[in-house]
């Protein structure tokens, strides 16, 4: 192994989550699975299902940038039966979900309020980990809207077999800006965050193939999350370059799952870590040269992840124009990690990666076994996170 991928599986190791905040998120998924499900609930006729998306179903989630910031958990609330938007309002199914976190907090005793979001109810928890969940309520999409989504998925290159099995995930969700919010129709928004999910682990099969060798019997009982492969640790530290880039202005930094999505469909199973970021970084830049502004979602490609960038000039804080400044940046950073060798090497990941004030925020404590290389001046280019005062 050489230095460059070494220091590099060092730094991603340092972004990953401790096992107890793995382990406490399911037990906070679980535990408000039951409490929908009891049999005093109000929906437990509804076939409740809570279910984990985003970042800690890709096992792409990274530890707070700060000390004190919460996780974000982000979960699914899918009542499959009894409720339709022919029946039903997005208002009236926001309201059921609602009533029931409500009455979870005050059992559990959570001081924060419950606070509403355009899609979703966020419930703050801390006990030892802190948490916030956010909790997206949906209904399932009936069988000809879902044949309707395999085959535009097909339409732009997804196998038929994956595209009927993600399409049977697709779920109508809430969104309270729709003019339509209140009213009894067929026009609810699409969403399929566990197919999103079964798309991103299917980029990775091949890995996983060989992984089902060893594992043997156990394979079932790992859950995705714990798999690691070199995507999910090259999406974890792009992650944390922007994070540490756009600390001062968040609600500019490019979002997740258009990183994730541009990244995994150029990964390439089978490589180095320094490879797949290689890949990664290159789809990324294609992307930026072809100055688009689409980024259709893989499991629903009439939804587009950058339909934000849209807004008018001098709204959003410009956020294509921040995607495209991000992108260039961590193009010239991670370029410079090949022509450094040593202690030199781990300088430079902390230097892109850590907050000026905390140099222990990746966690490592040495650099790596040196390696003889000739004496190299890097021209280090200037980081516009890094306070110069």
């Not at 340092?14 to 929906?43: C, D, H, I, N």
């Not at 699914?76 to 199914?93: A, F, M, N, V, W």
């Not at 209140?182 to 399929?192: E, I, T």
């Amino acid at each position: 192994m050489d230095i460059e991928e070494r220091s590099l599986l060092v730094a991603v190791e340092a972004l990953e989550l401790p096992p107890s905040a793995y382990e406490k998120a399911v037990q906070r998924y679980k535990s408000l699975g039951e409490w929908f499900s009891r049999p005093e609930s109000t929906v437990a006729t509804n076939d409740p299902h809570i279910f984990v998306q985003g970042s800690f179903a890709l096992g792409t989630a990274i530890r707070p940038l700060l000390a004190g910031e919460s996780y974000d958990l982000d979960l699914s609330c899918k009542l499959r039966e009894g409720i339709y938007p022919q029946t039903h309002s997005q208002s009236d199914l926001k309201e059921l979900v609602g009533i029931e976190l409500e009455g979870y907090r005050e059992a559990k005793r959570i001081q924060e309020a419950l606070e509403e979001k355009n899609r979703c109810w966020r419930l703050y928890y801390q006990d030892g980990v802190s948490f916030h969940m956010d909790v997206v309520p949906g209904v399932p999409v009936e069988e000809g809207r879902r044949q309707e989504l395999a085959i535009t998925m097909e339409s732009y290159g997804v196998k038929q077999v994956l595209a009927q099995d993600v399409s049977n995930l697709a779920v109508y969700i809430t969104d309270k800006r729709r003019p339509d919010y209140k009213d009894v129709n067929a026009g609810w928004m699409v969403s399929n965050p566990d197919g999103y999910c079964k798309w991103f682990e299917s980029k990775s099969e091949p890995v996983f193939e060989k992984e089902l060798v060893t594992l043997e019997a156990q394979v079932d009982e790992v859950p995705f999350y714990q798999r690691k492969t070199n995507l999910q640790r090259a999406i974890q530290l792009l992650k944390r370059h922007r994070d540490v880039m756009y600390r001062d202005n968040p609600d500019s930094k490019p979002i997740s799952v258009i990183i994730t999505t541009l990244a995994a469909q150029a990964y390439q199973p089978g490589g180095s870590l320094k490879d797949a970021v290689a890949s990664c970084l290159a789809a990324l830049s294609t992307f930026v040269a072809s100055n688009s502004d689409t980024v259709p979602n893989p499991v629903n490609p009439k939804e587009n992840f950058a339909d934000r960038w849209k807004m008018p000039e001098g709204e959003k804080d410009r956020l294509k124009e921040h995607f495209h400044l991000w992108v260039r940046q961590a193009l010239q950073d991670f370029k410079q990690i090949r022509y450094l060798d040593g202690q030199r090497l781990v300088e430079h990941i902390e230097d892109c990666f850590e907050t000026p004030t905390s140099t222990a925020a990746l966690g490592i404590a040495s650099a790596p076994p040196q390696v003889a290389a000739p004496a190299i001046v890097v021209s280090q280019p200037p980081r516009p996170w890094v306070s110069n005062g």
